[in-house]
């Protein structure tokens, strides 16, 4: 996940980057590129960015149904505290 949110991070400078040049120059032709490029860029980190909380929300449920399946229980909170007992040497409840 850090490598996703580097890279949004770096759409987000290169957006930002864009405008600058864009702004900044004096060529008409060249100042419509970098606008239309950076608008792109925030779309491209816009994008990324719904891609990634929605991959969280995926993992986060796969891990509640498998933490589940691993324990037989339906409560996430009881399904981690059968697992921290049985890494410690304790005895899972039945």
């Known amino acids: 996940m850090q490598d996703i949110r580097t ?5 987000h400078a290169d957006a930002q980057a864009c405008d ?3 702004q900044t ?11 239309v490029l950076a ?29 589940g399946l691993i324990t037989g229980r339906d409560s996430h909170e009881e399904s981690l505290s059968e697992i921290a007992k049985a890494l410690s ?6």
């Open 39 to 67: 608008e792109t860029y925030r779309k491209l980190a816009k994008d990324m960015e719904r891609i990634a909380a929605a991959h969280a929300v995926l993992d986060e449920e796969r891990e509640k149904s498998l933490l």
């Open 25 to 35: 120059s004096l060529n008409e032709g060249k100042r419509k590129i970098f606008i």
């Open 7 to 11: 890279f949004i991070d770096k759409l």
């Open 20 to 22: 600058t040049i864009g």
């Open 89 to 94: 040497g304790g005895k899972p409840s039945a």
